[in-house]
């Protein structure tokens, strides 16, 4: 028998850009300039996995040869799955996006300004769905996960190293991260996979883990999907179930390209 989950959908997403609705007003960047980067521009390191930096302190938000494909799905929290593909220019181009907020506003608040950047320059246009996808559900395992609470002074990132062996070839990838949420590692995961991850775990706070991700010749890349899922079972101890599930999607209506010097 399948089972059917209905996640919970991000309030903004479908407060602000209903079509049925009133919008509510979104805060916006002080000031703002976005750049087309130039044709062939490659994508930033980590992109792939939903690492990309964009907030720095003082209200500063800074996105270099980003797509607005990624800048999309990155303000909304989704994953490519979870929405049309609109344009092919909107995962080709790239652009550089540099805005000042005021005061200094949270990463959350900083993702709402730009679901309003969005909105003002790229007149982006949508509605609000639900579609079935394919799900991971990621809940206790039969013995405590292997996370570890976060130390004073920690800062949240991940790194992702290759480990060679004395003929320098890489054999494996350490992964290192710190302060991060079950959130956000299911987002970092989820962003890879593909899949919308629901968490059952039960877990809050802020924690340190480690995973080695050792690729063989059956799966050659350190990305592929059974790889992750083991490290998180197996690794991290938790209990990791395919099914299916109804999440949010985004249907795009219409969005416009920006022309240098906006």
């Known amino acids: 028998m399948k089972k ?10 479908f407060v602000s850009h209903g079509h ?10 002080e000031v703002a300039s976005v750049t087309p980067c130039a044709p062939g521009t490659p994508a930033p390191p980590g992109e792939h996995m939903g690492m990309v930096q964009f907030v720095y302190p003082g209200g500063n938000f800074t996105a270099r040869a980003t797509s607005i494909k990624y800048l999309m799905e990155w303000a909304y929290g989704i994953l490519p799955a979870q929405h049309s593909d609109g344009p092919s220019w909107l995962g080709d181009d790239r652009y550089d996006i540099l805005a000042k907020a005021p005061g200094n506003p949270s990463e959350e608040q900083m993702k709402l300004m730009v ?12 509605h609000s769905e ?6 991971l559900l990621l ?20 790194k992702f190293a290759p480990r060679q062996n004395e003929d320098t070839k890489t054999t494996s990838y350490h992964m290192t991260a710190t302060r991060f949420t079950i959130a956000q590692l299911n987002l ?11 968490n059952k775990t039960g877990l809050d706070g802020e924690f340190n883990f480690e ?6 010749e ?4 350190p990305m592929d999907a059974s790889l992750l899922i083991s490290a998180l079972r197996d690794q991290l101890g938790f209990t990791v179930k395919a099914e299916k599930g109804l999440a949010d999607y985004i249907a795009i209506d219409s969005i416009e390209k920006v022309a240098a010097g906006n």
């Open 4 to 13: 059917t989950f209905l996640l919970m959908p991000l309030v903004a997403l």
């Open 20 to 29: 049925c609705a009133e919008p509510a007003k979104l805060p916006s960047f």
């Open 115 to 126: 679901q309003s950047l969005l909105a003002e320059r790229f007149k982006l246009k949508f």
């Open 130 to 135: 639900k579609k079935e996808l394919p799900i």
């Open 139 to 158: 809940s206790p395992g039969k013995s405590a996960a292997k996370l570890y609470p976060s130390k004073e002074g920690d800062k949240h990132g991940i």
């Open 188 to 198: 970092s995961f989820a962003t890879v996979l593909n899949r919308v991850i629901v």
């Open 211 to 216: 995973l080695d991700i050792t690729p063989d």
């Open 218 to 221: 059956n799966r050659p890349s």
